[in-house]
């Protein structure tokens, strides 16, 4: 029985010239230069993500899957780059994996606790999931560590401008300028969550902190008047739906708003213009936009993850 | 014979329906094959006016179409069915789509009747072409068709000869001289030969004595048909010139390639690629990913150049073989197999290295992924013989059922642990492994009630499964393709040839955000207009043009050069002699500046009497500015034009040098009045011609072969010859299984 289940198994099989070739193979495959040429290609679709993350770009479902590859690769290399790891999030969420995008995200945020803008993305999946207390609880952190976060930067782009490194101060430049839209975007995504929570209080309190800061958006008067119309404080609610209107005289919702809170205060004037001007706009095919409002991940990092070994961690 | 038909059908059927959102124009193209979509329209619409477009003169002040010509094989017989379609009114993109569908699957057909001779047997023939339909060629054959072009005659012409081994007769030989020259004239022909060296190769090595006996069987053949086979090869031969003179053409720089060279090569390089990196990133490997095979099929990049994929069934099918006894053929395909996927990899294995250094013709080629049909064809075609064997008699079933047991349980538990441990397996590709374990457990049990039927059955669940799952993923993915060009002109239909007097400017679109390759479909999209447009200063650094063309369009002076082309004739009262290489430019650009009424012509050319007569001659309206000719008028008109001509009628009170803004390479010749005269490169890139005072009639001829008619020639020589071939295939038919050529 033994001897022939050696014959079977054994000479003048297939699997030994199977092997053969396999070994000869092997023998002759450069590991090195496949990763190379593998890398090279996939490279360039997360060029392309890169553009859309900047908003240059339509979405292309290829480019994100090469990106999602490019990252998955180098993550072989890198195991523990949290900035690698959101950015692999941050593609596998734009393709449809918001599980895979939400544990790459919470690994990236453990990796790399002061890379704010990880936070903010996996805050805005959470957002997007429903899970609003979550999503507030990181973005009111955020916030909280901002000014340290930019005390912090900037002062690291001062030494590294002191060290005529012009390459990587430049991109800690855009890195800077990138942390004061999310700040803004923080305000107005923070304000959302708490009205959706009805915390009209905070709400109010986080927008009216941020239309200080940021006078020209008008998501943060309109929630912020939005708060107050919840806490029946019309008078001033009115004020900032004006700001809205004044802004953007386009915008629908801050009309209808305004045209609620003059009823509640009797100017019924105002009101019948407000709802007049509502008509018009709606004639001219205006569209109200939608709260909370649809926003996108904004941060793939990809010019950190370019000076991220020259930097020192913050 | 219901029942061929059907085991056929159904599977054709099947495909058709995964494809439907592409076939019914629901999702379009890539963008890929509008190149081949603008050119064959650009031909068939010249064709349908009695003209084999050789020069194409609305892109880049025209340039020489020899090489796109055999870019997508103009003599192929299977356009005459997009022109057939299109003439009884189908929309030309689909006319064009359905004709590269036949075309695939003549090519299974003929892959059908390779396995069926190679194999020896119809049902192993009938599994591989299942494989081979449901691998990744069957995705990505809508989307990359020089792949197309270049397996299908091989296929065939492997057919024809393993036919023509076993029996030589006259019908093989026409079949494969006919396969011959498709193959010569679909993109590169040195695809075609890197696959036959190869397989020559493995046949050697597998059964050396086997081969005196074919060759003393071909002589045999020869010595019989003597005159056939010479009369054949000169056939072979002329078809091919055109082909041989699209190469020449980039060997003497009446055409150059630009996109193929980094800077510095444009001149030197001709086709070849002078930087063996530009060769080598072009491996498979780079598009190569395990995942592919049983990952999530949403996650797969459907790139049109190029992906593995086979059904799992077949791989596991091959793993379970491994435990057959090698046979000539498995050893065959094996060594195919691995010899062409040396050169697919690239330069991760040295090999490809080294054919790049001392076999010239691998310079030429930067595709390697055109290799992709042949290595899963070699695939399939293992399969179908490890299960061939596995399910005979002598397989599984005749030793010891423990071992083959044994066996089953090995192969199918390591590949569902690599599954599971790879953490990214589809479910499909899982179920896949669960069903074959089932299928081959089954196979080897005792009889049972319905055992044949239920077999039959899971073998096809078990082979259909996965490649379901892919396209039903693939046909989700291409949605995501949104190629607005194919798009627009998915309706559009070939319109006339005409002729303009002034050309467009064509303006860089800041609007248009997009990488190199969209700028470049809007260049097809030029392509298919066909109407004189100068394009923009990438595309003349990204597409073929005449060497002189992209001289002057490359210079500092390209918004000056654009604006001087715009108007195709300009008539000169005096002319100068220049050296046209570098010196040119400048003086070209002065004249420009200062609207000289002086045509500057090369020195290289020839120094007929009348020319020096005219440089002796004092200038006498020198000063006056050139006469631009911007619509048909008393002086000049057109009488008539087509791609490769156009016939002037000129009316001067005096004797004046008229410049055609229109490339110059050597094939041109110029008549008066029916008389041949000079033609000379004038204003460093176009075309300048002496023209006496009074009327005359003028004509341009483009005639690169030495005789405008050869290319129709060739086209009722491979009409004539396919007829054959069809009748060889019925001969093909009534050949019955005989024991292996080799």
Redesign the interface.
Known sequence: MKSRIFEDLVPGRCWLLYAGLMLTTAALFNCDKALTQRMNFLKQGEADVFEYSAGNAVFNRGAFIMAARYYTELLKYHPRDGVIYGNRGFCEYYLGGEFQAVSDYQKAVTMEPGLGSLQWDLALIYFRQGHIREASRIWERYMNNFPAMRKYYGQLKDRLNAQKNIAAAFKLELLLRKMEQDERLTHIKLGESYFLLNDFVRSGAITLAGHKKFPSDRRLDYIAGLSLFKQRNFRQAAFFFEEAIRIDPNDMMSYYYHGLCMDQLGQHQEFLRDVLRLNSLRKQGVVPLPFPENSELLHLNTELLMVKYQLPSP | MFLRILKFLLPVLLWLFLMRDLLSGRVPLQSEPFADLAMLKFYLTNLREGVVPLWNPYLFCGFSWLILLNFFGFANPVWGVTLLLNIAGVKFYFAFLYTVVFYFFIGLAGFYLLARSFLNDSKAAYIAFLFLLFSSIGLISLQEYNMLFIYVPTVWFFCFCVSFTRDPNKISWLGIVLTLILAGQAYLPFYFVTVLLMAFMAAVIVCPAGIPRILGRLLRFFRKNVLFVFLTILVLLFCLYPAFMAYYGTLTHDIVLPWRHRAGHVLSGGAMFKDYSTV??A?L???M?PEDLYGHF??????NDGFVFIPGFAILVILL??????NKK??IL??FF?GL??VV???????HRFLYNYIGYFSLMRNLHFFLPFLLSAAALMAAE?AKNLLSPEGLRS??GT?ALFIIALVHGSVLVFLLRAGNAGLSSIVTVSLSALFWGSFLAGNFWGKKVFLTVLFFICLLFQPLDMWQNFRA?MR???APIIMKNKNSNPGAMRFVFERKIKEQSNSH?G?DKDKLDNFYEDYMSMTDILPTKMEFQQCPLTYSTYLLFNSDGFDAARNYAKTKFVFYDAVKLINPQREAMALFAEALRENRNMALISSQGPLTAELESFLRAPPAHSDAAPLRISGPSEILSVKSFDANQVKLAANLDRKRFLVYNDSYVPGWKALIDGKQTSLYLANVAFKGIFVPSGYHEISLIYDPLGFAGIPFLILVIVWVMALLLIAAIFRLRNIKPRSSAI
Do not use: K
């Open positions: 080598a990133e491996g490997i780079a598009r990913s949403d996650r797969i990049l459907y790139p073989g491994s435990w057959n006894r090698i498995i050893a094996a060594l691995t996927l040396f990899l690239g330069n991760v294995t040295p090999v490890h030793g010891p071992v993915a995501f393709d949104t955000r990488t």
